[in-house]
């Protein structure tokens, strides 16, 4: 499967964005997909995933703020974020594994394909 990520800016604290990850070539339905991100100078992290397509998972740092969302008729994943802290800084990547089980949903290296990152960037 492709990743294609769209939606990443530049926003004020308190703001909101939306991110998009257009999948080809498999439907989402078959897989776990979800987001990481990366701050500078620092691990890349988990945000959130949707359990084959069913079950969503946070990032307790993300928790009622961000909001993981499957459009399966677009096969696309968004990725809706309010309240945006200058700490949400990083670049985001869209991710999709076909065998992710639910205690390794937020390890990295649970995942098979990688889309190409998004910058989002909150001004204090």
């Known amino acids: 499967v492709q990743l294609q990520v769209s939606g990443g800016g530049l926003v004020q604290a308190g703001g909101s964005l939306k991110l998009a990850c257009a999948a080809s070539g498999r439907t989402i339905r078959t897989y776990t997909m979800g987001w990481f991100r990366q701050a500078p100078g620092k691990e890349r992290e988990f945000v959130a995933a949707?359990?084959?397509?069913?079950?969503?998972y946070y990032a307790d740092s993300v928790k009622g703020r961000f909001s993981i969302s499957n459009d399966n008729a677009k096969n696309t994943m968004y990725l809706h974020i309010v309240s945006l802290k200058p700490e949400d800084t990083a670049v985001y990547y869209c991710?999709?594994?076909?065998?992710?089980?639910?205690?390794?949903?937020?390890?990295?290296?649970?995942?098979?394909?990688w889309g190409q990152g998004t910058q989002v960037t909150v001004s204090s």
């Open positions: 991710v999709a594994g076909a065998r992710v089980i639910w205690s390794a949903i937020a390890a990295p290296t649970a995942y098979d394909h």
């Open positions: 949707v359990h084959r397509g069913t079950i969503p």
